[in-house]
């Protein structure tokens, strides 16, 4: 681990390289052991079944008092997630605890996948869409992660 990391950081990226969450990968920067490069599958029986999703984890300086920075680097059409990759979860802002790790934050990801909040949302128009006409919503979903997020 890199010089000068607190343990606290240390402990958890051990605990994530030595016992995977099943399906999410993440990896600390060679450069930034603050930087996790983050993949996570899209999960069975969602609109995002089949897709691999990049994210970018960030651990500021004050976590684990402060929570960590993640967001999406695939394009995702998710009521939660905006056009930047921002992520609107309870636990990445006021409900955060340092009771919280890292693997609770991706694991709250993966389910947010399986359960997007129209009623919460990042993204306007999305939601929107989601309760006006949830089918078209969960296809459009679909859609974009055969475009964006498929391996190709």
Not at 33 to 38: E, G, K, L, S, T
Not at 92 to 121: C, E, F, G, M
């Amino acid at each position: 681990m890199a010089l000068g990391l607190p343990k606290r950081i240390s402990k958890e990226t051990h605990r994530l390289m030595s016992e995977p969450v099943p399906g999410i990968s993440a990896v600390p920067d060679e450069k930034n052991a603050r930087y996790f490069h983050v993949v996570v599958d899209g999960p069975a029986d969602s609109p995002y079944e089949g897709g691999t999703f990049t994210l970018e984890l960030f651990l500021p300086e004050e976590y684990p008092m402060a929570p960590p920075k993640v967001r999406f680097m695939t394009k995702i059409y998710h009521p939660n997630i905006d056009k930047l990759g921002r992520i609107c979860l309870d636990i990445l802002q006021k409900k955060w605890s340092p009771a919280l790790q890292i693997r609770t934050v991706l694991l709250s990801i993966q389910a947010l996948l399986s359960a997007p909040n129209p009623d919460d949302p990042l993204a306007n128009d999305v939601a929107e869409q989601w309760k006006t006409n949830e089918s078209a919503a969960i296809s459009t979903a679909r859609e974009w992660t055969k475009i964006h997020a498929s391996k190709k």
